[in-house]
Structures are given as structure tokens and as C-alpha cells.
């Protein structure tokens, strides 16, 4: 017979606590909700009764259910008022000896059948365990921020737990209307492993100025479909939580550095900085606990000088220094290449308004980039998106050229042609004694360094990387890359550009994968060491970045999507570049490559996609 869970205990009502004392009482459950203190018991309260206040006002909520689910909930100081539950979830601070000391507590204090679960996002759940006398009925229940929304719940069973009471929390966990994974004990589990070295880098890039916060934000959210960025994910977990993570992620899971605590993670843990809860993390809010950004002196200033390029359009300047230079006046556009990517950057400025010059090696390559930026027009025609005088307009807009030389008189090239850098290069060179004095020269490089292709002219202070998504017409970003011999009032001017063209421009440095690659692609490298582990399956370590931490696809899916060779070298250029042990390709990736395992392409990667 099933475990009846009718009334359970909920310890710590902090970020995590309050959000599973309301998941539990939304769905039915008497829940005995305690704190450390009076004042933590109020903070704890306030917390609850704001998020249904808030579901009630979005309509989520009827007030009489809401009425209804903080009558089951009954607020106490102390553990002893424990003593009937029949499930208690843990969830204080992140330390191994706080979370040992209260298990000890529990055991002595709660029913003997009673099941002791920890919501820890790091700690060992066996160590946890083992301060009780019953280790068999501990157990973890992993809950994702904010409990009442993400889906996910990751059951984390330990050598010594009983079958039984790892079958009756995973029907608890459906009962509560979540999906669970059931995983054994180590260190992050599924979703905090393959997050926590992406959010301490992330880290990393703020610290050393790499980019600006709402930069690396944006590029995450608009480049990978992210619900939100990483530093806003850190202010949300909290800063002092998450410190306590990648500390214990450190030493637990074989000292891998990307865990070690970026020393600013400290900084702002000491100086009270610990995000949404205390107010002010890596960006400040309306007041503690408020999810309201407000400005603070980080925030970019929209200026006179960041004005658009004539089009009207304004954007929020953030690169080193380029708020302060003035954009320069670009009308004229020079797309070199005809690829796919030279063919939607093309079809983005056509639509934009600009007068293009697409240059390629000859009428034939012309004839056919013509063809599929019609195509995709016609498309937009037929959404309802775009008028046939707007597509017409657009088409007539672009001059299709094989040669160089008519580029003399545009104020802007993008090269988009193949990714070699001997060809990029000498490109270059030709523009470099074709263009006027004072153009921009872009390249959408997204692997080269792009000072070797600036330093192939004599003018590396009007070169900059713009990279943008494939397919461009729809991606919402460019990334703007300065080399550090990049002027300031070529960055504004990329800027000023992207804005015109209605995407997000985010600055950053001259590194391997700038800000996105560079981001996702270990993570999804670690989501393949992680397989190749057997710690998990693709489909639960899909469904855990899906359904904990919003992703629009997990991990597997998305290599499929790009293709694992594609993966795969990426993956070999941070390794090269930054030296970075766990930067190394995983074995199982470079095998299926090998192996002709592409991804969707090739019919098979991770998943045999023939059959589908
Ligand atoms: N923040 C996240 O995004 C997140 C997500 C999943 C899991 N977790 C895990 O959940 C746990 C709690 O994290 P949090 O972010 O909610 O922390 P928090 O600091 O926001 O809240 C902890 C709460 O525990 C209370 N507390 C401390 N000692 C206590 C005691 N002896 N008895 C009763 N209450 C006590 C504190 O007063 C505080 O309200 C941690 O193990 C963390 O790793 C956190």
C-alpha cells in the first residue's frame, strides 16, 4: 500500500521553502510550515502570501482557492510542531553541518514512519542521511525556483534508500502535478551540474569585463531562447546559495574549476549583495524580494550621441566606451558572400530600408541568393507579414554585383563568406584599398579571431565582428565584437546599425564563442559527458533542462539541431583558446562524429531521427 501523504512539514521558508509550502497547499496538502525565529516565520509568510496575491491578481487564482490554500497552512517556530507530519522537506541554507544538525532534530522529533526529504541542490543526501537513524526513509526532493511554476522534480534516491519510499515520493510528485526524474546521489545532480559552471562563467565575463550585465543577459535570452539570463538567474537563486553550490560543487565533484567560485560570487555575498531577496544582487529591484529591476548607476543611458543612424531608431549604448562616440551615418550596405547566412543578412537590411550591394563570385551565385531572399519574402507575403509593394520595395533595394570594386562608395561591409581564415583575410586586404576612408568592416566570424582579419588591413580601428544567428531575418541578436584595436565609434556605429535593423546588439570581447557559443556550447558538452556517465538518459537530462530550468530544448535536442560536428568544433576552439581541462570534447561526442552521428542533417545523432 501507497504511503497517504496528508500532512507534511516544510523547514526554512526562505526562497525555496515558501514556494514548496505553496505548492503542497495548492494541491490539497496540510502543511506545517516552520522557522527559525518570529521575524524569519513573518518574512516566510509574506513571501507565500505575496505569490498567491500575485497569481490571484493575474488570474491564475480564484481568491476562495486562495483562501482555501493558506487555510491549510499552519505557521510554527521550532521543529516540535513536526511531530505528526508524515513528510518533512528541509530546505535551509546550503551547509552540510546546519542541514545534518536539523536531520538529527527531525529524527528525534518526527514519527517513526515518517519520510525526511532534503530540497539541497548540492550537498550528499547519504551524508545528510546518516545523522539520522532511519537513512533509509531520507531522501532528497529537489525542487526548482520558483516551485510553483517549474515543473521539474528531481527525486534523488541514496544507496540506503528504501524502494519504497522512492516510489511513494515519485507519486507524491505526480499528485503535486510535477514531473519527476529519479537520479542517484552526486554532486548537482542533473540540472545544477550542466547549469552551475554556465552561471560561474557567466559570472567570470561580468567580473572581467567582458561584457556588460545586460549584455551577457541578453545575449543568453535572445541567442538561446533562455527565459532569462544568467546573471538575472543569479540574483533570482540567490547569491549566498548559489556561492554555497559551486563551493560544494567544487570539492565534491572532482575540483573541476569552472566550480570554483568566482571571487566576485563572495564579494557580494559579504557586502549583502545577494540579489532579488536582499534587493540588490547584479542588478537592484524595487525593493527586497521584488522581482521590478529598477535603474541603478550600471544602467546604460540613452544619450544624444546614441542616437540611431538617421532611421530613428535609439538604443541603450553599453560597450566600453561607445555610449560616449557618435555613431557614424550608414545608408549603404556591402554583403559579401552567398551563403546562408550572406543571404538573410541581405534580406534583414533590404527589409530594413538600406541600399545593398550584394557582391558574390558570379551571376550565377547572384541568380541564386536573388532566388531565396524572394523566397523568403514571398513568405513573409504570405504570413501576412510584410505587403507585396514592401517585398517589391525591398528587392528593388539591392544591387547584385561580382566584383569588389562597387563597394567603393558603401559606408558599411559585412563579409559573410566561408570560415577560412587565409580567405578572410585577403578579402579584407581587397576591401582595405577598395573602400572609402572610414567605413565599417564587419565579419560575421563565429570562430576567427577578428583582430587577424583587422591587422589584414590598415585600418583595424574601423573593423568589428558582427555576428549574427542563423536564420538572421528571425534571430533577435548580434553579437558586436571589439578587437582591442576597435575605435570606439566603430562599435557605436555596429550598434547604432543593429538597433536600425531592429535586433539586440550585444558588445563584447574578441574571445572564442564571444558571449553565446562560448556559454552554451560547454554546457552542452557536459551534458554529453554526463550521458556518456550513464549518470542519467538523454531524455530525462532533456526533460530537466526543459522542465527545471525553462529551456526551450534540452541539450540533446539542440546538438541535433546544430549538428554534433558543428558541436564538436566549437567545442575544440574554446579548448584551444582557453586551455580549460573541462573544456574538453567529450569522447562520446568526437565518436559520434566519427561515426557520421550529425545530428537531424544525417538522420541519426543522439536520436534516430529517420523513424520519426
Ligand atoms: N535558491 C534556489 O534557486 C534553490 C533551488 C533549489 C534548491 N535550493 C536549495 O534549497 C535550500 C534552501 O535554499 P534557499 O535559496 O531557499 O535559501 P534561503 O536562504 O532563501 O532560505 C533559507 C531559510 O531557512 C531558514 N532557516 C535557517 N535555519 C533554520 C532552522 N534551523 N530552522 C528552520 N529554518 C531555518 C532561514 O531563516 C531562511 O528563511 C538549499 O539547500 C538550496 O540549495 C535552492
New binding site residues.
Partial sequence: MAREFTSVGV???????AGIVEVFARNGVDVVA???SED?LQ??RAILTGSTDRAVAKGKLAEADRDALLSRVRFAVG?DALHSVDLVVE????HLD?KQR?FAELDRVCKPEAILA??????SVTEISVATTRPNQVIGI????PAPVMKLVEVVRTVVTSADVVADVEALCKRLGKVDVTISDRAGFIANALLFGYLNHAVGMFESHYATREDIDAAMKLGCGLPMGPLALMD???L??AY??LDTMYRRGGRDRRHAPVPLIKQMVTAGLLGR?SGRGFYTYERPGSPVVVPDERTPVVTEAALGDGTGAIYAAGGAGSELASPAVVTKIGIVGSGTMATGIIEVFAKAGYEVVSVTRGAEKSAKVFEAVKTSLNKGVVRGKLSETDRDAALGRINWSATLEHLADVDLVVEAVVEELSVKKALFASLDEICKPGVVLATTTSSLPVIDVAMATQRPADVVGLHFFNPAPLMPLVEVVETIRTSAETTATARAVCAALGKTGVVCGDRSGFIVNALLFPYLNDAVKMLEASYSTADDIDHAMKLGCGYPMGPFELLDVVGLDVALAIQRELYLELREPGFAPAPLLEHLVTAGYLGRKSGRGFRDHTRR
Avoid at 523547514?11 to 521553502?17: A, D, E, K, R
Avoid at 529537489?142 to 525556483?145: M, R, T
Fill in positions: 523547514v526554512g521558508l526562505g526562497t525555496m521553502g516552520v522557522e527559525i524569519a518574512r516566510g521543529l530546505a535551509v541554507p546550503e546546519l536539523i532534503t530540497n539541497t541542490s548540492s550537498l529537489h525542487f526548482f525556483n533570482l537563486i540567490g549566498d546559495t554555497e553550490i531577496k
